[in-house]
């Protein structure tokens, strides 16, 4: 979990497993895309970094936050490794924000449950438009990176067990 001190995209690269035989997907929302496309500069660039060749870096866009779980079940279905889900809800006047996170939290989660392809959580979910910035590059580093970071970990679990 994130707090006020913590640098996203700080970790130790001598822990990351291989991953140049790895295929990943990776699924953006285009709602709220200033910030999505940061994460996903964060996530792709993490991936090249620690060896994915880009012909295994599989790139889908969807509408929004919500449609993330349709298009991480159908990336699913692509032979990749792992797939990161990329979004950004900000709190607005109205519950709509209430209704978009549970049932996108809740959407990834049942397909990490009934699927055999992880999919990581890199759904920003913040109170206004600085905090997603600051977690999308910004004083707080990029949550991009750390959701390939665990995509890696993650993938490296799936053909290892």
């Not at 979004?87 to 519950?95: A, D, F, L, N």
């Not at 055999?116 to 580093?141: E, M, N, W, Y």
């Amino acid at each position: 979990m994130a707090t006020e001190n913590k640098n996203l995209s700080h970790y130790d690269k001598a822990t990351i497993p291989n991953a140049k035989n790895f295929r990943f997907g990776i699924v953006v929302s285009e709602w709220n895309d200033t910030i999505t496309e940061r994460l996903f500069q964060g996530a792709h660039e993490t991936l090249l970094e620690h060896g994915v060749d880009q012909k295994n870096i599989i790139r889908w866009n969807v509408p929004g936050s919500f449609e993330l779980i349709y298009g991480c079940k159908k990336m699913q279905e692509q032979s990749v490794d792992a797939v990161v889900a990329i979004g950004s809800v900000i709190q607005g006047e109205t519950k709509h924000f209430d209704f978009v996170c549970e049932a996108v939290s809740q959407g990834i989660k049942d397909l990490n449950v009934l699927q055999d392809t992880p999919v990581i959580f890199c759904v920003l979910t913040d109170d206004t438009s600085q905090q997603a910035i600051d977690r999308s590059g910004g004083k707080h580093g990029n949550k991009g990176t750390e959701a390939a970071i665990a995509a890696i970990k993650m993938a490296s679990l799936r053909k290892d067990s």
